[in-house]
């Protein structure tokens, strides 16, 4: 799948998996913007495990997408995939609860979660998301919130960081609605601006923290 192919999807298309027939699931490719602006999208489930092969900008602005299941192999997520993700309203004009991210596979232990392997966050990934909630302590290899990352998202729960966790980088959480966050103990440095304008009330500093960079 490349380029806009679903930009223009019809109202009816709500759910999407991908049974790759007669294709290994380690060679499907999504490219890059391939289902961006789908906004009537509510569900998604990847059997993608390569790292690499989920192009940036492949979800962005799915303002419907309710959840996405990715599998625990895949070890990397691309700049921008779900930025402005389940940020949207139903067709009552209610707003959508957020984007439910889950491993597939893994039933309810599964919810609210990336995959384990994870080593990588692109770049603006969850940027202007609305996000159920998200729990990363299972993420034991990642060691790095990117650039962006979660800037201006809306939380309709609490996140959790990995206990890996070394670096927040520029304006990772930056006017977030996040209210709170416990930043784990082997963390050293936050980037700038990475809380800049954000909603929080309440922020636990480790005592590894070596640098609080401007703007914070």
Not at 26 to 39: H, Q, T, V
Not at 135 to 157: E, M, P, V, Y
Not at 200 to 214: D, F, H, T
Request: aromatic share 6%; with cysteine; glycine share 12%.
């Amino acid at each position: 799948l490349d380029g806009e192919d679903y930009r223009d999807a019809p109202a009816d298309q709500r759910e999407i998996s991908f049974a790759p027939y007669g294709t290994r699931q380690d060679e499907l490719k999504i490219g890059e913007y391939a289902f961006a602006s789908c906004e009537s999208l509510k569900e998604i489930e990847i059997p993608i495990k390569t790292a690499g092969n989920i192009g940036a900008n492949a979800f962005q602005n799915c303002k419907s997408l309710g959840r996405a299941g990715l599998q625990n192999e895949l070890a990397y997520l691309s700049s921008a995939l779900f930025s402005g993700a389940g940020a949207g309203k139903d067709e009552s004009g209610e707003n959508v609860e957020g984007l439910t991210m889950y491993i597939i596979g893994k039933g309810a232990e599964g919810e609210k979660r990336l995959p384990e392997n994870i080593t990588y966050i692109g770049n603006g990934c969850f940027q202007g998301a609305t996000l159920a909630g998200l729990d990363l302590s299972g993420c034991t290899k990642l060691t790095k919130i990117n650039q962006h990352g979660f800037a201006i998202s809306k939380w309709r729960g609490v996140l959790t960081l990995p206990e890996s966790l070394e670096e927040m980088e520029l304006m990772a959480f930056s006017s977030s609605s996040l209210l709170s966050i416990d930043i784990p103990e082997r963390c050293t440095e936050i980037g700038e601006g990475a809380f800049s304008r954000s909603a929080l009330v309440s922020i636990r500093l480790p005592k590894s923290l070596k640098e609080i960079k401007n703007k914070t």
